[in-house]
């Protein structure tokens, strides 16, 4: 197909002018819209975007967008029934700097309700299927965006989001790769809430320079934003080359190569690991002690807020509506039974438990401690190691018709080795290997995106 | 008997915008559901960015109230479901408030200032047609959700009706004088703790400016003194001031404290309050109340109480300042605070709802100090002043023939010809009806038409009588 190209030669090629982009786009959107009907990937599929698209950094690259994301004028739901009709009246933050840069907004990704799950089937719309086997989940909650990334070939990235593991784990099943950034690094305005102490915008792209490429124009300060991080823009692509890094060591995790972690994908992080190690990177066995404590607090925390970010969808302002004929706390309880599903009940009454006075202490705050705990461990590994490198899920993508017989407890084990990074707000990214649906996951100190980039990128591109 | 009250009472903060968006603060003159966005909409997405603005301006309060400030604070999340909060969740303080431990000296008491934070206002409930209890339809306006509100919640100290007086009179003064408050846009409402002779707290919600609270606690007061009498006991709960009955209701009993879930807000970082930015504080503190007072004493040598009574009113305080800067100031100091204030308060006005023409008002009261006029007549020009009347002081005393007879001679002329005049009275007095001197000052007052001072004509009587 003659559009089967790179982003990067896709860039080349428009920048050059050897590109029709009106064909280009309407070829696009077939393509989309067909391998839509086969993967359920998009929600939504836009294309109303006004303005020249042959300036900016994408020169018209086609994005898709989870659906927890604002797009202005595009139905916005987060994957929730109950947000069903909602346009938003603004863009979020990411979406101003994609749009500026001349991203081409095509759509919006099925997920998880609000991002509750680990396999995108607790969403509210379609479930998206894996395409390297479609009878499998393509994995949450970024699910849809992955399964796009994965099953379109032509120039495409897609914006995800991850709380606890939402990025790298669908990138990880679908064989694409997933860029989490540092917590405060891209700002969330615009994003509609999961839990906000832990939600970061990030991206799932084909490569890993797709992924470098996007997040160097989402990075940076918002004012609209008060949890960003004030600093410089940085060429994250700068990092996407073959030379390695002298004098690292990077960190591998006794803990995340323990017997619940599926044998194949061990081996396989340790081909990666011994291939670094072939080009000259040392590697050394480590510890995190605090992993174990870091999944319940995950829990805790980001049920705890989202039970308060979900009060405020009661059918009053926007969303899933009725005749309001009763008094308010009748009918907000008749519009939320209505338009949460299961996963978003549960978490509402564990999150609001967890935050109960009496319980707060035990629960709430005792997590809270938990969280800077495991902080402080990472930063201590990292003073030794430029990076920690481990299998992204320790799973391979279960089938979706076997996803109900999962018990939430087993759903909330699979993300254990991506929660603790993710509570830490550390930079992560899952690349693949060479075993279908299996990650390699790497994960640096705030701020150090160019080291995972740089060890993806020497992985992605192994001889 | 033993009365505890406590009060906590929340300001709104006179900023430009709102807590937590740029939306203008002015809801007062705006349409319903005009001054909003996302953010003080929370639309799916939005996030609050600090006005910080507001922060400053509750940490002058703090500081006027003798808090202490933590080395850094964070705001929290209030969970309840009221359809007057956007989000089903008001941001606010919870454990670290910006100022706690204070204090506020009334006259003979010191009161507690227990803690002192900033939370965002909800939205405002119009119940169309009716009371909370029987309207049919309630309507929502969004224009106030966000507005800055300052939480001051004092210990259970008051005892009394008048110290809650004194105490609420001497914060809003403070408000003023900090520049944190506008009484004419901002509005002040108090919830209530009362409890009387160690029994239950019940606690009165909403009470809607200072005199609502008066009126409320002499309510709740008389009313858990007649349950006492009966013998019934007093529930602790939660009860619901009618202003336009003047009377209490119950909305709920209390079984618990209500649990509100408290989390910290995700989406606001903590915030240090560092010594430069305290000091900084400090730095532009205004003057306060008691502050000025003491200024005045030294500056106008005026009397202490005098002083203290002008300081509790601001916009008094501040027109005086202004007067005595052209008039002398223990003239100005009895008449704004006497004749003035009395005229004001018999029209059921304030020097904040009323307009003074205040260059007039230097007039008139230049007019008296220079002896042109009668203090009789200087009243009768303040009264047309707060009727708004349009007129000019010195035009109107000469048409209206008001002018002082403030020539000696003149007045020496007038008085002697009442005493030729009036021999009866003359002898009667030396005769020892002493009141005699009532009926010739009175032929004297005739003869000028009022416009000589009554207590100038009774000295220089009494003189010429004597050496007759």
Redesign the interface.
């Known amino acids: 197909m003659k559009y089967n190209l790179s982003v990067k030669e896709f860039l080349e090629k428009r920048k050059n002018g050897e590109i029709d982009y009106n064909d280009f786009y309407s070829t696009f959107l077939t393509n989309l819209k067909r391998k839509n009907k086969e993967l359920r990937a998009l929600r939504v599929i836009s294309h109303s975007q006004k303005g020249d698209l042959n300036k900016g950094k994408l020169y018209g690259l086609p994005i898709s967008v989870k659906d927890n ?2 797009v202005k004028g595009v139905e ?1 739901c ?1 994957g929730s029934k109950i ?1 069903e009709g ?1 346009i ?3 863009d ?1 933050s990411c979406i101003s700097n994609v749009k500026k840069n001349s991203g081409a907004i095509i759509g919006k990704t099925n997920q998880d309700e609000f991002g509750f799950g680990t396999f995108s089937t607790n969403s509210g719309f379609d479930i998206p299927l894996n395409p390297l086997d479609k009878t499998r989940v393509a994995g949450g909650s970024s699910g849809g965006s992955a399964a796009i990334v994965a099953g379109l070939d032509m120039p495409h990235v897609s914006l995800g989001e991850s709380t606890g593991g939402s990025i790298s784990c669908p990138s990880a099943f679908c064989s694409v790769v997933g860029l989490t950034p540092t917590y405060g690094l891209v700002s ?6 999961y ?3 832990l939600d970061k915008i990030g991206v799932i792209g084909k490569t890993v320079y797709d992924t470098a490429l996007l997040l160097s124009i989402i990075a940076g300060h918002d ?5 960003t991080i004030n600093k410089k823009a940085e060429d994250y692509t700068n990092y996407c080359g073959p030379d390695v890094p002298k004098k690292i060591k990077l960190g591998v995790p006794k803990e995340y190569f323990s017997d619940d972690i599926d044998k194949r994908i061990r081996d396989e992080v340790w081909n990666s690991i011994h291939y670094l190690e072939s080009i000259g990177i040392d590697y050394e066995e480590c510890s995190l002690k605090m992993t174990r404590y870091a999944l319940p607090a995950y829990y805790i925390i980001a049920m ?2 989202s ?2 970010n979900l ?4 059918g ?3 969303g899933l509506q009725a005749d309001p004929t009763e008094n ?2 009748n009918y ?1 309880s008749k519009i939320r039974s209505k338009g949460f599903g299961e996963e978003a009940k549960r978490r509402i009454i564990l999150g ?1 438990f967890a ?3 009496g319980f ?1 202490d035990a629960y ?1 705050l005792r997590a ?1 401690k938990v969280r800077t705990l495991v902080i402080d461990e990472y930063k201590r590994l990292f003073k030794k190691y430029y990076a920690l490198i481990s299998p992204t899920m320790p799973i391979f993508p279960p089938k979706i018709k076997d996803v109900k017989k999962i018990s939430p407890i087993q759903c909330y084990m699979s993300d254990i080795l991506t929660v603790p990074p993710n509570l830490a707000g550390m930079p992560m990214i899952s690349v693949p290997s060479s075993v279908p649906s299996v990650g390699i996951h790497i994960v640096a100190d705030h701020l150090q995106e160019g080291r995972i980039i740089k060890i993806a990128y020497l992985l992605e591109n192994r001889c | 008997m033993k009365v505890k009250i406590g009060l906590e009472i929340h300001v709104q903060l006179n900023t430009k915008s709102k807590l937590f968006c740029s939306c203008s603060t002015n809801s007062e003159n705006s349409k319903p559901n005009k001054n909003i966005c ?1 953010t003080c ?10 006005n910080k603005e507001a922060l400053k301006k509750a940490m002058r309060l703090a500081l006027a109230l003798n808090c202490s400030f933590p080395k850094a604070i964070f705001f929290s ?1 209030k ?1 309840y ?3 007057d909060m ?4 008001q941001i606010t303080q919870y454990e670290i408030p910006i100022g706690k431990n204070g204090s506020y000296q009334l006259k003979n008491k010191k009161i507690g200032i227990w803690r002192v934070h900033i939370e965002e206002d909800p939205g405002k409930l119009i119940h169309k047609g009716g009371t909370i209890k029987t309207a049919q339809n309630v309507l929502i306006d969004y224009n106030r959700a966000g507005i800055p509100l300052c939480e001051i919640v004092t210990a259970p100290d008051f005892s009394s009706i008048e110290e809650v007086k004194e105490f609420l009179s001497g914060l809003i003064s403070t408000l003023e004088h900090l520049r944190i408050y506008d009484p004419l846009n901002g509005s002040i409402r108090s919830d209530i703790n009362i409890s009387i002779m160690g029994g239950s707290r019940v606690e009165v919600k909403n009470v809607n400016g200072i005199k609502a609270v008066e009126h409320a606690i002499k309510y709740e007061l008389s009313r858990q003194k007649n349950m006492v009498k009966i013998g019934k006991k007093i529930k602790m709960e939660t009860r619901h001031f009618d202003a336009d009955m003047g009377t209490t209701v119950s909305l709920r009993t209390k079984e618990t ?1 209500e ?1 509100y ?4 807000e ?4 903590w915030i240090d309050l560092t010594k430069e930015f305290i000091s900084d504080i400090k730095k532009n503190m205004p003057e306060l109340p008691k502050e000025r007072e003491k200024r005045f004493l030294k500056q106008y040598k005026i009397s202490r109480s005098e002083a203290s009574v002008i300081c509790m009113n601001f916009r008094l305080a501040e027109l005086f300042e202004r007067v005595a800067k052209q008039v002398d100031a223990k003239l100005a100091s009895k008449w704004l605070r006497t004749v003035l204030i009395g005229v004001l308060a018999y029209k059921n006005l304030s020097l904040r709802t009323a307009h003074i023409d205040e260059k007039k008002l230097i007039k008139a009261l230049k007019l008296l100090e220079s002896g042109e006029i009668t203090e009789k007549t200087c009243k009768e020009l303040i009264i047309k002043l707060v009727n708004g009347e349009k007129f000019d002081p010195a035009n109107y005393v000469v048409e209206k023939r008001l002018k002082k007879v403030a020539d000696k001679k003149e007045l020496e002329k007038v008085i002697k010809d009442a005493l030729k005049e009036n021999k009866k009275a003359v002898s009667d007095y030396k005769s020892g009806q002493k009141e005699a001197i009532h009926y010739l000052a009175g032929q004297v007052m005739k003869k000028t038409g009022g416009r000589a001072e009554m207590r100038i004509v009774m000295e220089r009587l009494k003189e010429l009588l004597n050496s007759i």
């Open positions: 994301i604002c916005s987060a947000l909602y938003p009246p603004f979020a969330r305005y615009g994003l509609i809430d839990a906000n102490s004012e609209k934003d008060f949890t705890a807020e039970s308060t009060a405020k969808f009661c009053l302002r926007y308010f706390n907000f609001t935050r109960m006075s707060r709430y809270m | 996302p909409m929370g639309l799916p997405g939005s996030k609050p960015a600090l999340r969970s479901f009221y359809p956007p989000k089903n969740f404290e649990d879930g408290y989390i910290f995700p989406d606001l970082t």
